[in-house]
């Protein structure tokens, strides 16, 4: 079994930045891809960005590219998302997820790969 605990979220000015980490416990002897997804009030979860198991591959949602930098250390058992030149509808909660089958050497974007999730942590975006 894998924990996953998201921290960073807050509230910042349209332009600004934030970064978010999530922590990785339990079952770590192994590594796994892992991802960002967010989900905005009313509206269903998106994929944001990835990062392979070997290699560090990472691919990101053309809404966030050039802006949002996900990295992962597995010295700490951790996942960040460096997010910049935030804009309104970058509001959302974002979640954590990782696979323990898939996206070995190439990232993975669907939610349904991942089945370790976090609880998310909340960002909003004022102008």
């Known amino acids: 079994q894998v924990q996953l605990i998201e921290s960073g979220g807050g509230t910042v000015q349209t332009g600004g930045s934030l970064t978010l980490s999530c922590a990785i416990s339990?079952?770590?002897?192994?590594?796994?891809?892992m991802a960002w997804f967010r989900q905005a009030p009313g509206k269903e979860r998106e994929f944001v960005a990835a990062?392979?198991?070997?290699?560090?591959?990472?691919i990101t949602a053309d809404t966030v590219k050039g802006r949002f930098t996900i990295s992962r250390d597995d010295a700490k058992d951790t996942l960040s998302l460096q997010m910049d030149s935030l804009k309104r509808e970058d509001t959302a909660t974002y979640y954590c997820?990782?696979?323990?089958?898939?996206?070995?050497?190439?990232?993975?974007?669907?939610?349904?790969?991942?089945?370790?999730w976090g609880q998310g942590t909340q960002v909003i975006v004022s102008s």
């Open positions: 339990g079952e770590t002897s192994r590594s796994y891809a």
């Open positions: 990062i392979s198991w070997i290699g560090g591959r990472t």
């Open positions: 997820a990782a696979s323990s089958q898939f996206g070995q050497v190439l990232p993975v974007r669907t939610d349904q790969e991942y089945n370790y």
